[in-house]
């Protein structure tokens, strides 16, 4: 069971960028689905969930500028970032909750596969 992100790379501000992660191994149609990153020092924390049925959840850093969605038939989870900050630059990685028609959770203990990540810079 392998979850693989990419889509990341070096960026300006203020423009649009898609993560994606494929999952491999495993049908993840029925799990939550969670973006997170980490920046040197710092916590992972929290960006984005997806619940199986759609229906997201944010963080108040990115609200109203990332969108998570998933396509359950080609197993993957996106990340769509618009109007890029500097303070985004991050690893992200994505993460699946092995909880079956779950809700989202930000607690990165909840997880219980994560993928390798993908480095995010954004430059101003």
């Known amino acids: 069971v392998q979850l693989q992100a990419s889509g990341g790379g070096l960026v300006q501000a203020g423009g649009s960028l898609i993560l994606s992660c494929a999952a491999s191994?495993?049908?993840?149609?029925?799990?939550?689905m969670g973006w997170f990153r980490q920046t040197p020092g710092k916590e992972r924390e929290f960006v984005a969930g997806i619940r199986w049925s759609g229906s997201t959840y944010y963080a108040d850093s990115v609200k109203g500028r990332f969108t998570i969605s998933r396509d359950n038939a080609k197993n993957t989870v996106y990340l769509q970032m618009n109007r890029r900050k500097p303070e985004d630059t991050a690893i992200y990685y994505c993460?699946?909750?092995?909880?079956?028609?779950?809700?989202?959770?930000?607690?990165?203990?909840?997880?219980?596969?994560w993928g390798q990540g993908t480095q995010v810079t954004v430059s101003s």
């Open positions: 191994g495993r049908t993840f149609s029925n799990y939550p």
């Open positions: 993460a699946a909750d092995y909880s079956p028609f779950g809700a989202v959770r930000t607690d990165t203990r909840e997880y219980d596969n």
